[in-house]
């Protein structure tokens, strides 16, 4: 594959990664509702969980980038962040009207 395909490609693997980092982020703050947690301990896991997440997203751009910063991986992970958060709302919504 190469040029547009190629392209294409990445664009969705970085809709996955947004995606990935959407649910993660949701899973800490449902974690958080559970167990309450004081300010300094959000903060510290906030910190961690940005670390870790740019450490990850790094990964999927050299796999598929080799490192280099392409707009539409950026614009990929933007909307797999914004995909998954209309999917938690649909998924929300569906479970309101049959429960």
């Known amino acids: 594959m190469s040029g547009i395909g190629t392209e294409a490609a990445v664009f969705l693997?970085?809709?996955?990664?947004g995606m990935t980092v959407f649910f993660a982020y949701r899973i800490l703050g449902c974690i958080r509702k559970i167990l309450p947690h004081?300010?300094?301990?959000?903060?510290?896991?906030?910190i961690l969980f940005w670390t870790g997440t740019s450490g990850y997203?790094?990964?999927?751009?050299?796999?598929?980038t080799?490192?280099?910063?392409?707009?539409?991986?950026?614009?990929?992970?933007?909307?797999?962040?914004?995909?998954?958060?209309?999917?938690?709302?649909?998924?929300?919504?569906?479970?309101e009207k049959f429960w």
């Open 13 to 17: 693997y970085a809709g996955l990664s």
């Open 38 to 46: 004081s300010s300094a301990a959000v903060g510290a896991e906030d």
């Open 57 to 64: 997203l790094f990964y999927c751009m050299y796999i598929t």
């Open 66 to 95: 080799y490192g280099s910063i392409r707009w539409f991986f950026v614009l990929g992970v933007v909307c797999g962040i914004i995909t998954a958060y209309f999917l938690i709302s649909l998924a929300r919504k569906l479970a």
